[in-house]
């Protein structure tokens, strides 16, 4: 394929989004086959192929170079890859899909504020329980890296695939590394956020692929799309 891939959310509001900030910028995204095709177009650029995508196959596909463009989550580049930041160039920002990955840990836990308590409690976890702290979690590469700059080493992940916030309730977890736009869902559930328990700041992007096999015809390509969209060139390929 000699043009242009532009992977997008294939379902929900995030489907619905990415079409209205193209449309904003004049692009019409279109879907021939139905929301069953994963197959797009976007009208008058014949040279870009839309593919449309769930979002954690989007950050994959990118960080393997697969496709060139892709509208996913930041949380999702940084969980599907230790090297996903360094794998792909943030063209823009797009305005929706905030939240925050944050850390979270009972009401009950008056003495834990901050991260540097949570290092003192997982220390001597072990010797008053006779197990590791629990984190209960969906993001295991973004809590592995942020704990090590943290100096937090003695816990283990528990794969989060229902409602993280509810882990701890029923015994699973001791605490939890979850995602929030407002933290209403963890303090009905009696967790609160540590003071600085952000982990990562999310929203949708457009991303480019970082990859070394840019032809000189698909770099033009590149930069005259990111003018039709009037975002300039500020990134650059690796070569």
């Known amino acids: 394929m000699t043009g242009l891939t532009l992977a997008v959310p294939s379902k ?12 904003a910028k004049g692009m019409t995204i279109t879907r021939p086959g139905g929301a069953r095709s994963y197959l797009g177009a976007i009208e008058g650029v014949p040279e870009v192929t839309v593919r449309f995508f769930p979002a954690s196959e989007i950050a994959r596909e990118l960080i393997r170079g697969n496709i060139d463009l892709g509208v996913t989550g930041l949380d999702l580049i940084h969980e599907t890859s230790e090297t ?20 979270a840990v009972p009401d009950a836990w008056i003495d834990v ?10 220390s001597d976890f072990r010797s008053r329980h006779g197990r ?19 100096g937090i080493a003695e816990y283990r992940t528990v794969e989060s695939l229902g409602a993280t916030e509810a882990a701890p309730a029923s015994g699973v977890a001791d605490i939890v590394v979850d995602i ?38 698909k770099w033009d390509q590149m930069t005259a799309f990111m003018d039709r969209l009037g975002l300039g060139h500020e990134f650059e390929p690796k070569r």
């Open 113 to 122: 504020t901050h991260l540097h308590d949570l290092a003192d409690v997982a």
């Open 132 to 150: 590791w702290l629990r984190i209960a979690t969906k993001y295991i590469t973004i809590t592995r890296q942020h704990f090590a700059r943290a």
């Open 180 to 217: 929030t736009t407002t933290g209403s869902t963890l303090a009905a559930n009696g967790l609160r956020v540590l003071e600085d328990g952000v982990m990562l700041q999310s929203e949708a992007c457009l991303f480019a692929a970082r990859k070394p096999d840019w032809s000189a015809k």
């Open 84 to 103: 996903g930041p360094s794998s792909v160039s943030t063209v823009s920002k797009l305005g929706f899909g905030n939240a925050d990955v944050v850390v």
């Open 12 to 23: 929900g509001r995030l489907e619905e989004l990415t079409r209205e900030w193209f449309a």
